[in-house]
Each structure stands twice: as structure tokens, then as C-alpha cells.
């Protein structure tokens, strides 16, 4: 839920404050991202993680762009949540021409699980499982039984494969 967008947002989408607060600003998704995106945001705002995600959005002129939605949770000084500090990029030009995601890796990449995403996309940056763990606030273990069950999930046997996967649905770049 949004509680503040800045001015250039609100050019770039062609709509009021009012109509972007709370969930209104998911309005503009693209019927392709909508159900991932906010599966994305349900689970990243429950478990207090941080999120990063590419969909497409719709802009000013009803044309949809690709944009890339980082967010941090923010705590209180009293250690409670006060919600995310987010921004959100448009990379339409680096998307454009450069890379399609292939269907099925897309298809088996987002059937795992949110956490197996997340570790898929730092193996996948090169982190080890150990950096992996630490990044995301883990025990090795944890980490080490996700990317047991991502080689599983993707039927690969190699973290070379499960990186092709992770370029081939999108989620990291080449």
C-alpha cells in the first residue's frame, strides 16, 4: 500500500495523489505482471523483506512501460516496522530489443517459491549459498535446503543451469 508518491511518479502515470494511494496505484499493472507483482509485495511486506521486482506499468499516454520496483524496509527507533522506502525505475530502453523471457523458464522460475526466488537471484548474481544466508537473514542450512529444492524444482544439477534459468525468465541480467 502507498502512502506517498512524488511528483514525477504522478507525471509518469497521469493520475492525482488520491488515486495512486493505498492499492490504487495497481491499477496501472499489466494483466501479465499483476498477480506476481502483488504475490511479490503480499509476501515482502509480511516477512519485512526487502523486494525487487521488473513489471510493466502503465504511463500518462495509456502505453505500457517496463519499470523496476526496489524496496527497503524502514523500522522506527523502536524496532517497529514503519513500512518501505522504495523507488521505481523505468527500464523500458534496456529491455527493448535486448531480451525476451523465454515462457517456460519463466513458468517453472516463478513456481518456486518467493525465498527460493530470492536465492536463485543471488546465486544467480554470484553470491555463495554462505552470502546467500547472510544476505537474506538466514541460516546456511536454510539457504543450502532452498537452492537444494531450486535444482529440484528447475530439474538441473549445476548452479551454471540454474543461473541460465534466472537470466532466461528475466530475473536477472545477462
Same mark, same amino acid.
Given at each position: 500500500?502507498?502512502?506517498? %508518491?512524488?511528483? *514525477?511518479?504522478?507525471? =509518469? $502515470?497521469? &493520475?492525482?495523489?488520491?488515486?495512486?494511494?493505498?492499492?490504487?496505484?495497481?491499477?496501472?499493472?499489466?494483466?501479465?505482471d499483476r498477480d506476481l507483482c502483488i504475490e511479490t509485495y503480499i509476501k515482502s511486506f509480511?516477512?519485512?523483506?526487502?523486494?525487487?521486482?521488473?513489471?510493466? +506499468?502503465? $504511463?500518462?499516454?495509456?502505453?505500457?512501460?517496463?519499470?523496476?520496483?526496489?524496496?527497503?524496509?524502514?523500522?522506527?527507533?523502536?524496532?517497529? =516496522?514503519?513500512?518501505?522506502?522504495?523507488? /521505481?525505475?523505468?527500464?523500458?530502453?534496456?529491455? &527493448?530489443?535486448? =531480451?525476451?523471457?523465454?515462457?517456460?523458464?519463466?513458468?517453472? %522460475?516463478?513456481? +518456486?517459491?518467493? &525465498?527460493? $526466488?530470492? /536465492?536463485?537471484?543471488? #546465486?544467480?548474481?554470484?553470491?555463495?549459498? !554462505?552470502? *546467500?544466508? *547472510?544476505?537474506?537473514?538466514?541460516?546456511? !542450512?536454510?539457504?543450502? @535446503?532452498? &537452492? @537444494?529444492? #531450486?535444482?529440484? !524444482?528447475l530439474g538441473v544439477h549445476e548452479t551454471a543451469s540454474m543461473v541460465r534459468y534466472a537470466?532466461?525468465?528475466?530475473?536477472?541480467?545477462?
Amino acid at each position: 500500500m502507498r502512502n506517498f %508518491v512524488n511528483r *514525477a511518479w504522478l507525471e =509518469f $502515470r497521469g &493520475r492525482t495523489q488520491e488515486q495512486e494511494m493505498g492499492s490504487g496505484w495497481t491499477d496501472g499493472l499489466h494483466a501479465d505482471d499483476r498477480d506476481l507483482c502483488i504475490e511479490t509485495y503480499i509476501k515482502s511486506f509480511t516477512s519485512r523483506q526487502p523486494f525487487h521486482l521488473q513489471y510493466r +506499468l502503465q $504511463r500518462s499516454d495509456g502505453t505500457y512501460t517496463w519499470v523496476e520496483d526496489v524496496g527497503t524496509p524502514r523500522l522506527q527507533d523502536d524496532g517497529s =516496522f514503519a513500512g518501505y522506502l522504495g523507488t /521505481v525505475t523505468d527500464i523500458t530502453d534496456r529491455k &527493448r530489443g535486448i =531480451f525476451t523471457p523465454d515462457e517456460e523458464s519463466v513458468r517453472l %522460475v516463478f513456481a +518456486l517459491t518467493e &525465498r527460493e $526466488r530470492q /536465492v536463485l537471484v543471488l #546465486i544467480a548474481e554470484g553470491k555463495s549459498t !554462505k552470502e *546467500a544466508a *547472510a544476505r537474506l537473514g538466514i541460516s546456511y !542450512k536454510t539457504a543450502d @535446503s532452498h &537452492r @537444494s529444492r #531450486i535444482l529440484e !524444482k528447475l530439474g538441473v544439477h549445476e548452479t551454471a543451469s540454474m543461473v541460465r534459468y534466472a537470466i532466461r525468465a528475466g530475473l536477472i541480467q545477462p
